[in-house]
């Protein structure tokens, strides 16, 4: 299982981000999250999926913008699973609180925590999350914009149009955006994470 726990930046220096988070979280988890995302205790959001392209996918969607520190666990869940995410127990929900705090200190304010015995480990994937991170940081708000249309489905034909720009200067986009990079980064960390559920041996 994985889990996700995400702290508010600076929530003492602006609005409460908390409630408007849950409804995009559902919006990217739907169905796959284990249940709803919840408030956990002030500015904080907890949410826990099985499926590892969700959880990536939530990381990616929280850390863009420097809005919040996560912390990703994968570890086992508690059952029977209570009414709420805020009163999941197990070690990740455990080893989530560890991460996000640990992210706190991190440059990318991004951490992860694997339970012992699954590989790969932590320290073999956090180095590699962290790169796509780095990438996605680099990238400029006309590459997002690309990036955004893509990602709802358009094709680079149709975003050229939406853009007023020719399929060429699209193409160009992309690659300075390296979008391509990315898609292929993500199927293969979605592989990794999935893998954490094998015991070692």
């Known amino acids: 299982m994985f889990a996700i726990t995400a702290d508010q930046v600076g929530s003492r220096r602006g ?67 209570p009414e709420t995410t805020r009163a999941l127990a197990g070690p990740a929900l455990e080893l989530a609180r560890t991460a996000v705090e640990a992210a706190k200190k991190r440059p990318l304010r991004f951490a992860l925590a694997i339970e012992a015995g699954r590989h790969p480990d932590a320290a073999t994937l956090q180095p590699l999350i962290e790169l796509l991170l780095v990438l996605r940081a ?13 990602d709802a489905g358009l094709s680079q034909a149709q975003a050229a149009e939406r853009l007023g720009i020719t399929p060429q200067a699209v193409s160009l986009r992309a690659q300075s955006a390296q979008l391509r990079t990315e898609t292929a980064a993500r199927s293969a960390l979605v592989t990794l994470l999935a893998d954490t559920g094998s015991p070692a041996g």
Do not use: F, K, N, Y
């Open 15 to 81: 609005d409460d981000l908390v409630d408007d988070e849950l409804v995009e979280l559902s919006r990217i988890g739907g169905t796959r999250l284990l249940l709803p995302p919840d408030r956990t205790a002030g500015d904080e959001l907890q949410l826990a999926t099985a499926d590892a392209a969700t959880a990536l996918d939530i990381v990616l969607h929280l850390t863009r913008g420097e809005r919040w520190s996560v912390g990703l666990a994968v570890g086992e869940v508690r059952h029977p699973l």
């Open 138 to 150: 680099r990238r400029t708000p006309e590459g997002w914009q690309l990036a955004e249309l893509l």
